[in-house]
C-alpha cells in the first residue's frame, strides 16, 4: 500500500490506510442488516447475540486489520528499497528511484551509495 501511496507522505499513510478498513466495516454493518431482517428469530436474542459478536469479535478484529496494515504501510517502501537493492542490478534500479525521493532520500542511493536524507530549505 506504501508503494501505491507514493505520493502521500509517510505520516498520513495511517490514516489513509482507515479507507478500506471503514469499507470493511461498512461491509459487515450491511451483512448484519441483511441477516436481521432475513432471520425469523426471536428479535431480544438475536439482538443480545449479535452485538455481542459485533463488539467482541468483528470490531477487535477490524483494529488488529488496521493496525496490520499501519505496520505494513509504514514498513513497505524501506522493505521495497531493500529488495531493489538487493535483487536488481544497477541500470535497473535508476527507473525505481522515486522509491528514494518519494521519502524525501538522496536518489544516488541507487546506485549503491548510502541512502541519507535531503535537507530541505
Request: aromatic residues 6%.
Amino acid at each position: 500500500m506504501s508503494v501505491i501511496l507514493l505520493h502521500r507522505a509517510r505520516r498520513e499513510l495511517p490514516i489513509v490506510s482507515l479507507i478500506p478498513i471503514s469499507f470493511a466495516g461498512v461491509i459487515v454493518l450491511i451483512s448484519y442488516t441483511m441477516i436481521r431482517t432475513s432471520v425469523r428469530v426471536q428479535p431480544a436474542l438475536f439482538n443480545t447475540t449479535s452485538l455481542f459478536v459485533f463488539w467482541r469479535v468483528v470490531a477487535p478484529a477490524l483494529a488488529v486489520s488496521w493496525m496490520a496494515l499501519v505496520a505494513g504501510s509504514l514498513a513497505g517502501r524501506s522493505i521495497t528499497r531493500t529488495l531493489i537493492r538487493a535483487l536488481l542490478p544497477p541500470r535497473l534500479r535508476n527507473s525505481l528511484s522515486v522509491l528514494w525521493s518519494a521519502d524525501g532520500m538522496d536518489p544516488a542511493a541507487v546506485h549503491g551509495a548510502t541512502g541519507k536524507r535531503l535537507r530541505r530549505t
